[in-house]
């Protein structure tokens, strides 16, 4: 269970099947540098170009085609004091008859407070004098290689993964996604100081971070992201419109059900049907994200491991 | 600021311009029935028919097309130790591949333990055994008769309000509908003891309730359905997709920051870019449902009052 | 099989329950007067007011819920010499990164030329001096009362017809609507002198008419409207988004296709899969409308007339 | 202007930047073989795997990112007599309810006869014993290799063009594609004897061909496929649902009525509100194709050439 220290020379804005940038060891934790969503690095130095460059790809030795990686995400630390948004809000959450009104985009400066915790409009603008939302790091984009040979921008999301930007993929929580390359192919950035749900203005509060993650490799196989924090397991489900990534997300979790709590399609309903919350990552990017999440403590894990163990 | 005990012996399966149930003053409140999603009252007769058959209208008086209906929800009551809900899933959410294999739809009968202020299923599935989620009462379906004389179902929704089936439609929420007819007709019933996000059992438990909400008209004029909680704001949009229903919501709330909160579109954006949080109503009914909500914390009241007072 | 000539001295906005305006017997053929969809009449008098005010109802003896009316439209003769349309592209039909740019809407006047049977810009717009499309008039809102005690706004559609506007209800082609009340209680309106697919522009040539339409009832069941000209058979789906418009078509098709021709469902998928047409009615209304056709030339009836005759 | 007969050996899932099979210059034609969708060859063999295995990559001498890539289709000549579809509809073009008694996928085999130049099903469905539409091959997948290092799979499409399955990529259409790498990196395959509107069973008539197109750089830019056929031209939009399609599809059009008609936009909103059609190319892969079509009879180019010389 070594740590490695990785300090990225080269950046991708596609995840897809490359040369690895470090091989490690099923359990390893890695931890690296990322830049922010432009290409710019913890000395505010634009060293890549955009779409969310990625620091990557991991090669993690064991994984194979069909299985699942899990990654632990330990800590995302901001390695510099500012990030930046844009406004207003994106056209796609607007009604069209609102468009023509809107203002045109802009880019604004976030001072980010490690001591406070929070972060803060370096020119606050009217009527926002005093906000100051807490520091709430999250990955925007990561994920694995997909399957078929496909190298898909880093604009984008599918099944394994990509620029989802759910604030849930925050310190602490452990996302999987299903394996479709030996060695999985792990890619990581785009990290966001705080974020909304569904990337309203095309951005979180953008930045570099050091990022350190543990990845594990299980002998299962998953259609779709999953995840879990300390309260809660949750399903993602990248597409357009926002009911296809609902109808995503909802049959993984059904199939996540019936797998680990031996909950047959009735019992899930019953469950789902009165307890089930759901999340929008991104209603901004081509693919829009969608989670189903339900609290652990709903939940009982099947005395025989289910199907996660093997 | 009179109190009315309504019994009602008729109901509606539409919104629209009927003769009202009882006039009352502006300011007052009204404690009334409701019956069951499928018609059932407190004593399990079927007295009304399908889809969720409505209490009212009430008539309040000095409302005036352009004003807005503001709905306090004092109390909801089961009146009966018993509701129901469908199982399985239902289709809207689910991927069409998983259709197929989808076993077809029953009911079931949840009990309402008032002392435990819990729910807990008569029969429950293998799994659920210990399974009992608090008693959450909620509103599925309510609202004011629309503009134009249309009469729309009470399956759906629209901006009049209607079958939302949205969980924070709870006591303690205060609701507004946009005012399309003098006296604003409002209309109550579809109660529900818990529901989760979506509604994606088609139901959530469906019991008859004995509801109290105080009813006031503000002048003022407002396009889709607005409330507020004791911790919230959120506004309501209700569409297919629900990528068009989050736009009128989100459209909404963009109109709301700046008339009482005195946001620009740039600011608001700002404000709504860290913080917001959307909700699923329902992904059920033939109007989906969207809730746009932000967090009373992060907000300060316009000292001139905004356009809320005239 | 009477005719009969009836002048309209009421207009209605939504398709419900109202009192018929003229009873005929099943069969009969009536000759009466539309207005255009702002109320204009054929002296250009605004009788009526928006959206799509409605000549009817008319009630068909004899027909029940659960059977069909069929509508043949036997002649649209534009009462007037004008018409009009708005300018520049509906909002629906643009990107929404297209919008900010786009000029505002204008309203523009037509001449229709019965001569020639064209129409023709009153003042041309640069690179259209010579541009006459041919005069094809149609339907853009008809069907009946909806079922359950709703009133449809003339801006929508629904399995009950309505605001559909696509340009095959034309003279000579035969519309199926499904009847949910006694006497089926029909209304038609808002004629266009031309209109492209998907009504873009938000109108079609928008005039007043007379219409020649002859009223038979089927003694079966429908589920969504249905239409035949000489040469197709098609099919009707109303709602958002154009996917399950397209999917109401289509589901529509295969019953019929099973109904009166024999095909089973995979029969039916081997003739839909290499000759079916899809038409877009509107893109422009709340629910949007989709056609699904197939050429007669296709097709063979079955020889027991299939479930059509009672 | 030289011909090449290529033969493949190798051939590709994924639109991208790769090897070219072929360097040829400006103007030059290709006659080629390419599979069906599951990879096999004219003599039955299975050469390649799904999904659409291409024949390519050609580069063309002088193509540039930021020009565009016109493909004049020559001619499209079945290689072998027989084909395959799919039997029963996709679960896209389906009401949900109706998937639950929908039969299971079958393969079928199709009869091509050249001479006749029909299509046949070698063992007929009950009802269709004399179906024998005509043959009508047409291109169901082709492109060039897209931006930012992207390789996208042939089971779906974007602005490079890809799996649209429109039926109108037919002998005597020239197709459009934006070029994003140098030598445009233009893929061809998945050719169909003959397909419906909507690709709704999942595949066209899937058979292999002997394909001849001449490919030409034009030195302008484009953003979505155009299309020129002897009666229209056309834009295509590739995206879910349908609406986002369409709507890429019309603001395409928009901007090539503006460039090469001198139509301004509200001109060209009277052209197209009263003469435009949409096609639905696919309504089954990922991503859906619509297509915006204008017959050319309406058209007049500009006497300067727009923006299509050089």
């Avoid at 060293?47 to 090669?59: D, E, L, Y």
């Avoid at 999987?176 to 192919?185: C, E, H, Q, R, Y």
């Avoid at 594990?216 to 357009?240: C, H, Q, S």
Wanted: glycine residues 10%; negative net charge.
């Amino acid at each position: 269970m070594a740590t490695h220290r990785f300090r990225p020379t080269r950046y991708f804005n596609v995840l897809g099947t490359a040369e690895p940038c470090l091989r490690i060891a099923n359990g390893d934790t890695v931890v690296t540098d990322t830049i922010d969503a432009s290409g710019m690095d913890a000395q505010e130095m634009t060293v890549a170009s955009r779409p969310n460059p990625m620091t990557g790809p991991f090669f993690v030795e064991g994984a194979e085609p069909g299985d699942t990686l899990a990654v632990h995400i330990e800590r995302l630390t901001p390695s510099r004091s500012t990030g930046w948004t844009y406004s207003p809000l994106a056209l796609t959450v607007l009604d069209p008859a609102a468009i023509a009104d809107h203002p045109p985009q802009q880019r604004h400066v976030w001072e980010i407070d490690s001591k406070t915790r929070s972060v803060r409009l370096q020119e606050p603008a009217k009527g926002l004098e005093t906000f100051a939302p807490p520091l709430q790091p999250m990955i925007g984009c990561f994920g694995v290689a997909p399957a078929g040979g496909q190298a898909l921008s880093t604009a984008t999301s599918a099944q394994n993964g990509g620029n989802m930007d759910y604030r849930l993929f925050a310190p602490g929580t452990t996302a999987w996604f299903p394996i479709s390359v030996p060695g999985a192919l792990f890619y990581l950035g785009d990290g966001h100081a705080c974020q909304g749900d569904g990337e309203i203005v095309g951005t979180g509060i953008e930045t570099s971070f050091e990022m350190e993650v543990t990845l594990r490799v299980l002998k299962r196989t998953i259609t779709w992201p999953r995840g879990e924090t300390i309260d809660d397991i949750f399903t993602i489900g990248n597409a357009r419109p926002l009911d296809q990534a609902l109808q995503h997300a909802t049959t993984e979790m059904l199939r996540w059900l019936g797998e680990d709590y031996g909950l047959d399609a009735r019992a899930a309903s019953h469950l789902m049907g009165q307890v089930v919350r759901y999340d929008v990552g991104n209603v901004f990017n081509p693919a829009f994200t969608v989670a189903c999440r339900i609290a652990k403590r709903w939940l009982t894990k099947r005395q025989d491991g289910g199907s996660s163990g093997r």
